[in-house]
């Protein structure tokens, strides 16, 4: 009875390579983000989509590719990973993309690039 | 661009002591508040949040206060208890196009001594 959940929880990879993480909600919400949470427990977003739409992209490197098959989920690819991109990515969910729409959280994926 | 700063970013309070955060915004259009707990290695969650139509919100132990006009919001937590031992993050939501996105503080990681 998860409502957000993300796979995998840790990632640990090499420099140069490819990697997804997917987010999957099932609280039958339209609206659904990803953020970083770096090594200094700053939460940034990065994305966001509303019935498989892309909303907001925050200036985010191209090597960041995230897709939404469906409303229910939202995945995030990362090219030729770097690194800077060692951090928590989290994803969540709102019921819609409205100014007071409570955002739900999935429970991070701890992403290591040595 | 729009911003919200957070302070303290430690805060040690003896159990059964209040515990204050502070934060401020600069998007003077923000008009909703809510404030996420994080506990180590968890996800953010949702504690209590408010509204540009109140100044003050209480939820048993915890309570937070809106100054619109200084641009700045504070968390009060009462009686506090090891449990409440956690990262705690403000944020601000803040218009882009016809969605909104979230602005979050640097987080204040608060410690009750038992």
């Known amino acids: 009875d998860t409502a957000v959940s993300q796979t995998p929880k840790y990632l640990v990879t090499q420099m140069g390579n490819d990697k997804s993480i997917k987010c999957e909600q099932n609280l039958g919400h339209d609206t659904m983000y990803w953020y970083k949470q770096d090594s200094k427990k700053f939460l940034k977003i990065m994305f966001s989509y509303n019935n498989k739409e892309l909303i907001i992209n925050e200036t985010v490197p191209n090597r960041f590719s995230p897709k939404s098959p469906d409303k229910a989920h939202l995945n995030l690819h990362i090219n030729s990973l770097e690194l800077g991109d060692s951090a928590v990515y989290f994803c969540a969910s709102s019921q819609g993309q409205g100014m007071t729409d409570t955002q739900y959280f999935g429970p991070g994926t701890r992403l290591t690039v040595l | 661009g729009e911003n919200v700063e957070q302070h303290p970013s430690t805060l040690s309070v003896q159990e059964g002591d209040s515990a204050v955060i502070k934060c401020t915004y600069s998007?003077?259009?923000?008009?909703?508040f809510p404030w996420y707990k994080q506990e180590l290695g968890k996800r953010p969650q949702l504690i209590i949040d408010i509204r540009s139509n109140v100044g003050e919100k209480k939820d048993q132990r915890i309570a937070v206060t809106l100054n619109k006009t200084a641009k700045h919001f504070s968390l009060h937590i009462t009686e506090t208890q090891p449990e409440d031992s956690a990262v705690y993050f403000c944020a601000a939501s803040s218009a882009v196009d016809s969605s909104y996105k979230l602005i979050f503080g640097s987080g204040t990681r608060l410690l009750v001594r038992p």
């Open positions: 998007d003077s259009a923000s008009n909703y």
